[in-house]
């Protein structure tokens, strides 16, 4: 029912990022090569993420705004054995509740698109229409009707760099995927796919184009790649330092710590180096389940990992021979 969807809604739903990043979540699991964010007025008036992934069958296309009503959960030993991003089944249920929602889904083998209009959970339109493959979702008017919530929301230019932030995060995590964001029709960002190492300078900075170093191990149980910055590119402002683990955006104090300990007396007090790490660790080692917007995580051996990862970037930055 609508009202209990509404309150769990605020759960998931913080503000216009939170949605940003479950939709285009759900284009990186619907296996699309190119995912286009298109925002108005900071995400309160429109959220659109138009992918080419494998798009939903007409049935489908209905039962995702059902809570609960996730493909990506077969049984309840896959919740320990997460490889997809999402796997509640819960966002799409809650967006449904709190804005206007218009989906335009087809998979490959279908004639015809099915479009669906909700509004506050109510199923307003269901019909075929003309559309390419893919996914295309837009999200208006966010928390029309809970003015409360509304009001909350933080100013335009505050809540589009948390959108920004999120569309970074997922950027860097796929670099095989093309991306593009718009904000009230200007281009903020147009990434075609690359390698890491390049979209790392497409999304975050031109200066760090060759001062990037590689950093990679593998053990038995844990593989770590990425890049670290060289120390001279370090900056005074925190921000650009991202750990991802099996391709999910995650903080961590303890592993930051790891990485800036390996850099020691290479960067100048007060200033912060950059790093992206992708940590790929057997998913029944980790638990994602400990919150509902999953950028923390705990894991089985928390000691081991600070120890790979500081030898790791310990390694990598030893080519600047500082
Ligand atoms: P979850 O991702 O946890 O399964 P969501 O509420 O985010 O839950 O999505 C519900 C379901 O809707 C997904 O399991 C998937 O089957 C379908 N779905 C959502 N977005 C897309 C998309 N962009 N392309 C294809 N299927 C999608
Ligand atoms: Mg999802």
Do not use: W
């Not at 709190?98 to 199923?123: C, F, H, N, Y």
């Not at 890491?196 to 001062?211: A, E, G, N, T």
């Amino acid at each position: 029912d609508s009202i209990a969807n509404q309150i769990a809604a605020g759960e998931v739903v913080q503000r216009p990022a939170s949605v940003v990043k479950e939709l285009m979540e759900n284009s990186i699991d619907a296996k699309a090569s190119s995912v286009q964010l298109i925002i108005k007025e900071s995400g309160k008036q429109l959220i659109q993420v138009i992918d080419n992934g494998q798009g939903m069958s007409p049935t489908d296309a209905r039962m995702c705004f059902e809570r609960h009503a996730t493909s990506k959960i077969k049984e309840s030993a896959d919740l320990f054995n997460i490889r997809t991003m999402g796997f509640r089944g819960e966002a799409l249920a809650s967006i449904a509740a709190v804005a206007q929602v218009e989906l335009r889904t087809k998979r490959a083998e279908d004639e015809l698109a099915t479009l669906i209009k909700i509004e506050g959970s109510d199923i307003k339109t269901q019909e075929f229409v003309q559309s390419p493959q893919g996914t295309n979702l837009a999200i208006k008017n966010l928390f029309f009707n809970v003015p409360a919530r509304r009001n909350f929301l933080k100013s335009n230019p505050v809540e589009m760099k948390h959108i920004i932030e999120e569309f970074q995060r997922i950027a860097l995590a796929h670099p095989e995927v093309q991306f593009s964001l718009f904000h009230n029709d200007i281009e903020i960002y147009n990434l075609p796919e690359a390698k890491l190492s390049k979209r790392i300078v497409d999304v975050l900075d031109k200066s760090y184009r060759d001062q990037l170093a590689q950093c990679q191990i593998d053990s038995s149980f844990i593989k770590i790649n990425g890049y670290v910055g060289n120390p001279q590119t370090a900056k005074k402002a925190r921000g650009e330092q991202y750990f991802f683990v099996n391709k999910r955006f995650i903080k961590s104090s303890y592993l930051h710590h790891a990485v800036t300990g390996a850099f020691e007396s290479t960067i100048p007090q007060g200033s912060h180096p950059f790093y992206a790490l992708f940590i790929e660790i057997d998913p029944s080692h980790i638990d994602i389940n400990i919150h509902p917007t999953k950028t923390e995580i705990k894991f089985d051996d928390e000691k081991a990992i600070y120890a790979i990862l500081r030898s790791a970037v310990k390694q990598a930055i030893g080519v600047y021979n500082l």
